[in-house]
């Protein structure tokens, strides 16, 4: 009878750590960096506020410009993910040598990263603005003033995500959290102080000094946190150069930098085609596409969380336990994302009406809140299993999948659509479509088990 009361006993243990104990170690990761996601979309909001009392044209740059330095943003959080994947593989290994190494070389890629983005801010930001605006020069010359600073300084925008992304991999995801608070407060205070002195350009300004100082808070915590001095989280000292540890940074981090462009260049593409349904329906698509970030915001920090947490684990050796945290996020990441969804149907009026939405613009959004949330909860579980391949470092598939369900699908529906004079809610379904083709992508790679063989290149 003991016997028997031991073997269950052993039993519920194992159950827990499963789990209870699994979904606490998502939950202790997750949180903060979803929170920390949403205070990124607040520095954005707070910028267009305080520049929108410049004036309509003014605000029109603005808004040109911030869709040029979201890409940049996008661009530099694959970075982050390469970060990540080797800084969590190297914890999970408890090599505090790779994970200064990791973290040093990481840099040196964002450094190079950045030159290019210098380079392109110096020559080329009154070209691209021209092109965003459609020759309009009052407004590209509004846009540039923002743009151009923001590119010159994209190495200290590096430095916060690079420095966010390391603190996370070691499960430290509050630190950069509460540093992510301070960066927008000390953003709001600057703003109408700098925009008062430089105009438009002030709120760049803003920007970059708050981020810079809030990279700069975490690189000082780095030194002084015991938690990260035992996880060996610093810059190598002596520097060793590695070729292999830096290419392999590279593939990791540039088809991960590709799926976030991707997605910010499909948005920007279909907006230029859901013209042709006219104005009412692209106020809809806006107002929509801006509610639908705050679900992807929660979707897509829980599986950064998995990316980390599938990183230590192969790190440790303990597959099994990777793929237990797959499957308990990929549920977990469903729920949210279905009571979101259920959310987002059951208030559309009320939330579409706080966007300004009303009379044709309502009735357009509404015909997407039917649809495109349900299909959300297929992008949520995408998003896990996406991310648990990033976390091996195999970026490419994440990539692939974005391309084929945010790009190709959804622009390929609407062409057809504005040809043969469909109505927009055969567009709203090619987004469906599309959210779902990604899904499938990542599942079927992630269920052939390819990923937990995925060697990284290190030193």
């Known amino acids: 009878m003991s016997e028997t009361a031991s073997a269950g006993t052993q039993k519920a243990s194992v159950n827990a750590d499963k789990g209870g ?65 080797y800084v969590a593989r190297a914890y999970g290994m408890k090599n505090k040598r790779l994970v200064s190494q990791s973290l040093s070389h990481s840099f040196i890629f964002g450094i190079i990263i950045s030159v290019i983005l210098v380079i392109v801010g110096v020559f080329f930001s009154d070209q691209i603005m021209l092109l965003m605006t459609q020759g309009n020069a009052e407004i590209a010359a ?183 945290t797959v499957r308990y996020a990929a549920v977990f990441n469903a729920v949210i994302m279905g009571i979101t969804a259920i959310i987002f149907m059951t208030a559309a009026p009320a939330i579409l009406s706080f966007f300004g939405a009303e009379g044709e613009v ?16 297929l992008m949520g579980i995408a998003f896990t299993f996406g991310y648990a391949m990033n976390g091996a470092g195999m970026t490419w598939p994440g990539m692939i999948g974005a391309v084929i369900g945010q790009v190709v699908i959804p622009i390929a529906v609407t062409v057809l659509a504005v040809v043969n004079g469909w109505p927009v809610a055969v567009v709203f379904a090619g987004v469906c479509a599309g959210i779902a083709a990604n899904f499938i992508f990542d599942f079927v790679f992630y269920k052939s088990g390819i990923w937990k063989e995925h060697n990284l290149r290190v030193a």
């Open 21 to 85: 104990t699994i979904l606490k170690s998502l939950l202790i990761i997750a949180v903060p960096i979803i929170l920390g996601n949403l205070l990124e979309c607040v520095t954005e909001v707070v910028d267009l506020h305080f520049i929108g009392e410049l004036g309509e044209t003014v605000m029109a740059g603005a808004s040109a410009a911030g869709s040029v330095t979201w890409l940049l943003l996008t661009f530099l959080l694959g970075v982050g993910v390469a970060v990540a994947a």
């Open 142 to 324: 509004c846009g540039a003033a923002y743009l151009r600073p923001m590119l010159i300084a994209s190495f200290i925008l590096a430095v916060l995500f690079i420095m966010t992304s390391a603190f996370q991999a070691i499960g430290k995801s509050v630190i950069p959290m509460l540093v992510l608070i301070g960066v927008n407060v000390l953003n709001a205070i600057l703003n109408p102080v700098l925009i008062s002195a430089f105009g438009i350009a002030g709120s760049a300004y803003a920007t970059i000094i708050a981020r810079g100082l809030g990279g700069a808070a975490m690189i000082v915590l780095m030194y002084t946190l015991p938690c990260a001095k035992n996880a060996g989280l610093r810059f190598s000292h002596p520097f060793r150069w590695s070729t292999k540890l830096f290419s392999g940074i590279a593939t990791v981090a540039i088809p991960s930098s590709i799926q976030g462009c991707i997605r910010n260049f499909g948005l920007m593409i279909m907006t230029a085609l859901i013209a042709f349904f006219g104005t009412a329906t692209v106020a809809a698509y806006g107002v929509c596409t801006r509610t639908d970030i705050i679900g992807l915001m929660i979707g897509m920090g829980i599986a950064e969380a998995v990316c980390i947490l599938v990183g230590q684990c192969l790190g440790e050796g303990k597959v099994d336990r990777a793929v237990r």
């Open 362 to 377: 309502m009735s357009i959004g509404l015909i997407w809140m039917s649809m495109v949330p349900l299909a959300s909860i």
